[in-house]
């Protein structure tokens, strides 16, 4: 299984993370709370977007779509602003059909929010970091609402 290397915002400091692990990563030196942006495919989506321990929001994306490439570095920014609550799952559905079909993947990028491996949202189409963030942070609040009725 891969693993990206990611900068400390806060000391700056290089960082292997995982795609898989059982609790969020942590910067080596200085402890912060580090993003945590994984790739799957058919054979390793179950182990890194469904068991993950923290909500996934999962990008199912294609290297010849341009929107893709677009909202690539805004879902690495929400990711960023939000490690520790989310993890940033990068699923090329033309390098993993299973995963394509399982999710009716009609378009590309189309974006899921997963937690306890269930989708608790959906959405098509690429959108500014911000507009990713709002939809994101109020999925997990929703979710979070009626869990705890």
């Not at 990008?59 to 805004?74: E, F, H, I, K, N």
């Not at 929400?78 to 090329?92: D, F, I, R, S």
Request: glycine share 6%; charged share 20%.
């Amino acid at each position: 299984m891969s693993s990206h290397i990611v900068t400390c915002a806060a000391c700056g400091r290089k960082n292997r993370v995982p795609a898989a692990a059982s609790g969020v990563p942590h910067c080596g030196h200085c402890h912060a709370t580090l993003p945590w942006i994984a790739d799957a495919d058919d054979t390793s989506f179950a182990e890194v977007a469904e068991k993950s321990v923290i909500p996934a929001l999962v990008d199912l994306w294609a290297p010849w779509c341009g929107p893709c490439r677009q909202v690539s570095p805004a879902l690495e920014q929400v990711a960023a602003e939000l490690a520790g609550q989310v993890k940033l799952v990068k699923v090329n559905v033309d390098d993993s059909p299973r995963i394509s079909s399982r999710f009716d993947v009609t378009a590309v990028p189309t974006l899921l929010v997963m937690r306890n491996g269930e989708v608790i949202s959906r959405q098509a189409g690429a959108a500014p970091a911000h507009v990713l963030r709002q939809w994101v942070t109020g999925v997990l609040a929703d979710y979070s609402a009626r869990r705890d009725r």
